[in-house]
């Protein structure tokens, strides 16, 4: 009889540490597959989030040289009328991420800064100069420069920046949906982002 009650004490003792062993496994298994498609999910949306705009610009460009001091000069100038296209975004290949599986977190470390590209078109009117002050290609750099700088400004005072922004905060928030449904946790900067994520990437 005492053998018989060892024997039944052994046997539920050996099913009770398998069934553990598998339900480890098992729970190991879920995890590894959830990270896996955290990951997978920002494979997914690492792509380029753009806002387009168009910009114009009148530009009257001028430069004068004196010849024989201040009483003689040759001057030059030009007329300038630029048409500019301008994309706002975000490379999202070059998010630093970091899974912790061990606490079910999925950390943002950093966003990209955004990408401002210019493509203007430049058409010069009423060039004329004096023939001791001719136009050459310091002239034409002076203003593609000038104009890029200025471009810039309209640009950093415009609601692009915002708009890329709010696309960008579009596709994170898919990050933040399928953490949560996965019973996981989303930081970024030292904080757990819930549902005031656009305060926080502001922020």
């Not at 339900?23 to 995890?31: G, T, W, Y």
């Not at 949306?45 to 168009?54: A, C, D, R």
Request: hydrophobic content about 40%; some cysteine; aromatic content about 10%.
């Amino acid at each position: 009889m005492k053998r018989f009650i060892v024997g039944v004490l052994i046997t539920l003792t050996a099913v009770f540490v398998f069934r553990s062993c598998s339900e480890d496994e098992k729970e190991k298994s879920i995890l590894k597959e959830n990270s896996m498609l955290i990951q997978e999910q920002i494979a997914n949306v690492s792509k380029l989030i753009v806002t387009e705009g168009h910009f114009a610009e009148v530009y009257n460009y001028k430069d004068s040289k004196d010849l024989f001091g201040p009483l003689v000069t040759a001057e030059k100038k030009a007329l300038v009328v630029v048409n500019a296209d301008v994309t706002v975004g975000y490379d999202l290949s070059k998010i630093e991420f970091k899974v912790e599986e061990e606490t079910k977190t999925l950390i943002i470390k950093s966003i990209p800064e955004p990408e401002i590209k210019l493509n203007p078109d430049f058409e010069y009117y009423d060039v004329t100069s004096d023939f001791l002050n001719q136009f050459d290609a310091d002239d034409y750099n002076k203003i593609k420069k000038n104009v890029r700088a200025s471009l810039m400004k309209k640009v950093e005072s415009s609601s692009l920046k915002s708009n890329a922004q709010n696309r960008l905060l579009s596709e994170l928030s898919k990050f933040y949906i399928l953490t949560s449904s996965m019973g996981w946790t989303l930081e970024y900067n030292g904080n757990v982002v819930d549902d005031n994520l656009l305060e926080l990437i502001k922020g």
